[in-house]
Nanobody
Framework: QVHLVESGGGLVQDGDSLRLSCAAS????????MGWFRQAPGKEREFVVA????????YYADSVKGRFTISRDNAKNAGYLQMNSLKPEDTAVYYC??????????????????????WGQGTQVTVSS
């Protein structure tokens, strides 16, 4: 498994930007797909975006497509989530995830939290209106 630690969350205003970082340890990071999820109070953990092992392919949830950008730097054992045009509905705890068990990001099952084996502790993102 991969040990993950998120950072970069905070309190911002509607329309602002944030860049989340995911620091990873473990030899498997460079050979696993990874992604970001979020969870708001009273709601289930929600898929945000995923990226392939070498960053060549990505898959975004409709709610963030065009506003969020995922990237990774395997040489630094790090993943990133650039969030632009933030909205109050983006308010949630954001989690970095790795060790993807899925095979097709077009399948909702493969975008479910259960498809990822490694998780960070989360970082809070709050967007005020």
């Amino acid at each position: 498994q991969v040990h993950l630690v998120e950072s970069g969350g905070g309190l911002v205003q509607d329309g602002d930007s944030l860049r989340l970082s995911c620091a990873a340890s473990g030899r498997t990071f460079t050979s696993v797909a990874m992604g970001w999820f979020r969870q708001a109070p009273g709601k289930e953990r929600e898929f945000v975006v995923a990226i392939s092992i070498h960053g060549e392919t990505t898959y975004y949830a409709d709610s963030v497509k065009g506003r969020f950008t995922i990237s990774r730097d395997n040489a630094k054992n790090a993943g990133y989530l650039q969030m632009n045009s933030l909205k109050p509905e983006d308010t949630a705890v954001y989690y970095c995830a790795a060790d993807w068990y899925g095979s097709n990001w077009g399948s909702p099952h493969d975008r479910h939290p259960s498809a990822f084996n490694s998780w960070g502790q989360g970082t809070q993102v709050t967007v005020s209106s």
